[in-house]
């Protein structure tokens, strides 16, 4: 009954700058499960909202592409993939490949929260909804 003890995590410490032209005073931004990414949503000063990847092997920013309007970041379990709600649509990056894929339609204004499950359902929280859960492979 006794469990092998792990040893301790080491302990990370960064800075995470945003650009001059971020304008957010209210950046979103989630953690790699595996610990080695953070994908960072703010508003830019030309009027954008899109997410920006920050490897922790690296020191710049990367934007996203297809990720115009994006909101509530949040990683797959695996951190191959990246959900999110834009445009009136929830939809799926993927950070292998770059591309973005459409999961359903939803009101913007009206999802409040998203989050992986360890087998690729995606909850979503609603403004006056019951939960809604989205089964891996579901979608357009």
């Known amino acids: 009954f006794l469990r092998p003890v792990s040893p301790p995590a080491d302990v990370v410490r960064f800075d995470l700058p945003l650009p001059a032209t971020s304008t957010s005073v209210q950046a979103s931004l989630a953690l790699a499960p595996n610990g080695r990414s953070i994908v960072v949503q703010t508003t830019w000063t030309t009027g954008d909202r899109l997410l920006r990847l920050r490897r922790l092997d690296k020191?710049?920013?990367?934007?996203?592409?297809?990720?115009?309007?994006?909101?509530?970041?949040?990683?797959?379990?695996?951190s191959s993939t990246i959900a999110f709600r834009a445009e009136g649509k929830l939809r799926r990056f993927d950070v292998a490949t770059s591309s973005v894929r459409d999961l359903v339609s939803v009101s913007d204004s009206a999802v409040t929260g998203l989050a992986y499950?360890?087998?690729?359902?995606?909850a979503v929280s609603s403004v006056n909804a019951p939960l809604q859960l989205l089964k891996p492979g579901a979608g357009t």
């Open 59 to 78: 020191t710049e920013l990367e934007p996203l592409p297809g990720t115009d309007g994006a909101a509530l970041p949040t990683w797959s379990w695996d």
């Open 117 to 122: 499950g360890p087998d690729g359902t995606l």
